[in-house]
């Protein structure tokens, strides 16, 4: 799904352009987040035994990379008050004032 010039407040919309914004270029916002993120992931003993306990790599790659997209959706919704998609990039709105999450280029 690809939401074009619109503004928008729901973390579901979110988690669906996250997913969509993945394949372009992130911020520092967004590099920094997922980060901490990895870092929390590392250290949660029951993420970590569960990944662990799957044995198909694929299974394990769906686990982290949903994993990290709530974990992300959820910071992004406690740091700003709405996202706004407009021209091939998404942004966080807070105040008024929008930050650049992701750039995407199409060609």
């Known amino acids: ?25 992130p911020s520092e916002i967004i590099i920094g987040e997922l980060k901490v993120i990895e ?15 799957l044995t198909d790599e694929d299974d394990r790659i769906e686990l982290q990379e949903e994993e990290t997209s709530i974990r992300l959706a959820e910071k992004l919704m406690q740091l700003f008050d709405a996202f706004e998609v407009k021209d091939s990039k998404l942004y ?9 999450l992701y750039a995407m280029y199409l060609y």
């Open 92 to 100: 966080g709105v807070k105040q008024g004032q929008k930050e650049l």
């Open 1 to 25: 799904m690809y939401i074009r010039n619109q503004a928008f407040k729901d973390e579901e919309t979110l988690l669906e352009l996250l997913f969509d914004f993945s394949l372009g270029d």
């Open 39 to 53: 870092k929390e992931l590392a250290e949660n003993e029951a993420y970590t035994q569960y990944f662990n306990s």
